[in-house]
């Protein structure tokens, strides 16, 4: 029995669509095909592009050594590829930082508007949809896949302002979406809202009744079924009746107190956060995630590294400039450090209800809204691919021929299943989406 069978059913009988859920073990009124598989994306964003002789693998295919800021993953460099030769080709209004962040998700170009920046023309929003939440839309849109919140917007010393600088997910034009960069308002998001467990438990209500109608229209062996679906819910009655979150299938992280959410606080803020997405996704709170360090044009002084210069002003140094090279090499191995420890944390997590770890159902996206600061270069735009459930063959250092990037998030977006033909500006999807296996 389909999903529209199934909703009809429900409809037949004066049941809520809440009861749907409980129905897909039913043998008579289970959903054709298998389940949905586990797959969750993780988009992390550093900002001022790179150092590319530092960054980029000299060879290519399996038998590639990791540059010096690639070295933090070495423990990965099996479950990993680079990707060289993906340029955001995205041109119109704005400066490129404004065109980096806000179009490196949205693949499509600004909307007029009246922020001005740098000596290029003013620009506004962008006009389009970003990549993580065309994917979340996919995924909410099935029962299967929908989760508690879809996505996850986090931040890292985001600047507590609104501006194309500041925001690289979308919701739809001229719809930013703000990344939320307090851990500890992060935690009461994800645990600390009764007004939640009050909408569930209402839920909780209706899902309990319409399972004692549906009992009485199957047969015996079904009818079994149901009592377990049953007693799961009288589980998580008594779940929401417990103030505390002991019941999760992960406990949440304990966070630090007192932590500065400021410049000098980045490194803690950094872990939290982490920590806060691993046991968000692990508890099936989102399948879809951005973290987000500072912003395009991010001027963070990384005074833990002996750098006291901002990080913006660094990456306009000149290529001559020995010692500015040299720190911003410092700081970009630091970044990649950042994505290291998210990796580890997920590989260290095994995979809820499943096989193997987390790490295993999920892919990461480090990616920059320049491929290199001081000239303000679209080219060659830092992308490395961390993690698995998305089909791809890790393990390797590919080269690409200019290609634009609106084809890899084609690419993201059909090993979700969904396969939509074009992403972002039509004229940047030719050749269809990347191949990546």
Same mark, same amino acid.
Request: charged fraction near 20%; proline fraction near 7%.
């Given at each position: 029995?389909?999903?529209?069978?199934?909703?009809?059913?429900?409809?037949?009988?004066? #049941?809520?669509?809440?009861?749907?859920?409980?129905?897909?073990?039913?043998?008579?009124?289970?959903?054709?095909?298998?389940?949905?598989? $586990?797959?969750?994306?993780?988009?992390?964003?550093?900002?001022?592009?790179?150092?590319?002789?530092?960054? %980029?693998? /000299?060879?290519?295919?399996?038998?590639?050594?990791?540059? =010096?800021?690639?070295?933090?993953?070495?423990?990965?460099?099996?479950?990993?590829?680079?990707?060289?030769?993906?340029?955001?080709?995205?041109?119109?209004?704005?400066?490129?930082?404004?065109?980096?962040?806000?179009?490196?998700?949205?693949?499509?170009? #600004?909307?007029?508007?009246?922020?001005?920046?740098?000596? @290029?023309?003013?620009?506004? %929003?962008?006009?389009?949809?970003?990549? &993580?939440?065309?994917?979340?839309?996919?995924?909410?849109?099935?029962? !299967?896949?929908?989760?508690?919140?879809?996505?996850?917007?986090?931040?890292?010393?985001?600047?507590?302002?609104? @501006?194309?600088?500041?925001? !690289?997910? +979308?919701?739809?034009?001229?719809?930013?979406?703000?990344?939320?960069?307090?851990? +500890?308002?992060?935690?009461?998001?994800?645990?600390?809202?009764?007004? @939640? =467990?009050?909408? #569930?438990?209402?839920?909780?209500?209706?899902?309990?009744?319409?399972?004692?109608?549906?009992?009485?229209?199957?047969?015996?062996?079904?009818?079994?079924?149901?009592?377990?679906?049953?007693?799961?819910?009288?589980?998580?009655?008594? /779940?929401?009746?417990?103030?505390?979150?002991?019941?999760?299938?992960?406990?949440?992280?304990?966070?630090?107190?007192?932590?500065?959410?400021?410049?000098?606080?980045?490194?803690?803020?950094?872990?939290?956060?982490?920590?806060?997405?691993?046991?968000?996704?692990?508890?099936? *709170?989102?399948?879809?995630?951005?973290?987000?360090?500072?912003?395009?044009?991010?001027?963070?002084?990384?005074? %833990?590294?002996?750098?006291? !210069? /901002?990080?913006?002003?660094?990456?306009?140094?000149? &290529?001559?400039?020995?010692?500015?090279?040299?720190?911003?090499?410092?700081?970009?191995?630091?970044?990649?450090?950042?994505?290291? +420890?998210?990796? =580890?944390?997920? @590989?260290?997590?095994?995979?809820?209800?499943?096989?193997?770890? *987390?790490?295993?159902?999920?892919?990461?996206? %480090?990616?920059?809204?320049?491929?290199?600061?001081?000239?303000?270069?679209?080219?060659?735009?830092?992308?490395?691919?961390?993690?698995?459930?998305?089909?791809?063959?890790?393990?390797?250092? $590919?080269?690409?021929?200019?290609?634009?990037?609106?084809?890899?998030?084609?690419?993201?977006?059909?090993?979700?299943?969904?396969?939509?033909?074009?992403?972002?500006?039509?004229?940047?999807?030719?050749?269809?989406?990347?191949?990546?296996?």
């Amino acid at each position: 029995m389909n999903l529209t069978t199934r909703r009809r059913f429900l409809s037949q009988l004066g #049941l809520s669509a809440a009861a749907l859920p409980f129905l897909s073990t039913l043998p008579s009124l289970a959903q054709n095909g298998p389940s949905a598989k $586990m797959q969750r994306i993780i988009f992390l964003f550093t900002p001022n592009g790179t150092i590319p002789p530092e960054f %980029w693998p /000299d060879e290519t295919g399996p038998d590639f050594k990791l540059k =010096r800021i690639l070295t933090p993953l070495e423990p990965f460099k099996s479950r990993l590829m680079t990707l060289n030769g993906i340029c955001n080709k995205i041109r119109g209004d704005g400066d490129g930082h404004m065109r980096g962040i806000s179009c490196l998700l949205t693949a499509d170009e #600004l909307l007029p508007g009246n922020i001005q920046g740098g000596s @290029d023309k003013p620009a506004g %929003w962008a006009r389009s949809i970003s990549i &993580d939440q065309e994917i979340k839309n996919f995924l909410q849109a099935r029962p !299967e896949t929908a989760t508690r919140f879809g996505s996850l917007e986090i931040g890292v010393a985001v600047p507590n302002r609104a @501006d194309p600088w500041t925001r !690289e997910s +979308y919701a739809g034009p001229n719809q930013p979406l703000a990344p939320l960069s307090d851990p +500890y308002a992060l935690f009461e998001k994800l645990y600390g809202s009764t007004r @939640d =467990r009050e909408n #569930l438990g209402s839920v909780l209500d209706e899902v309990r009744e319409d399972l004692r109608t549906i009992s009485g229209k199957v047969d015996p062996e079904e009818r079994s079924l149901l009592e377990k679906h049953a007693t799961f819910v009288r589980e998580m009655e008594r /779940d929401l009746q417990n103030p505390g979150t002991t019941n999760l299938v992960f406990p949440p992280p304990s966070l630090e107190a007192g932590v500065a959410l400021d410049n000098d606080g980045i490194p803690k803020i950094s872990t939290m956060q982490a920590d806060l997405l691993v046991s968000a996704l692990a508890n099936g *709170m989102a399948r879809v995630a951005t973290l987000q360090y500072t912003n395009s044009v991010g001027q963070a002084r990384m005074r %833990w590294l002996d750098i006291n !210069e /901002d990080h913006h002003k660094l990456s306009h140094e000149p &290529d001559g400039n020995a010692a500015a090279q040299e720190q911003l090499v410092k700081i970009n191995i630091w970044l990649c450090e950042q994505l290291a +420890y998210l990796a =580890r944390k997920l @590989d260290s997590t095994p995979e809820p209800g499943g096989t193997g770890t *987390m790490l295993d159902h999920t892919t990461i996206i %480090w990616t920059n809204e320049l491929g290199k600061g001081n000239n303000h270069s679209l080219d060659n735009i830092p992308f490395v691919i961390l993690g698995g459930g998305l089909g791809f063959k890790t393990g390797q250092a $590919m080269k690409f021929d200019k290609v634009a990037h609106n084809r890899l998030w084609l690419a993201l977006a059909q090993a979700f299943g969904h396969h939509i033909p074009l992403f972002g500006q039509q004229k940047y999807c030719e050749g269809g989406a990347l191949t990546l296996t």
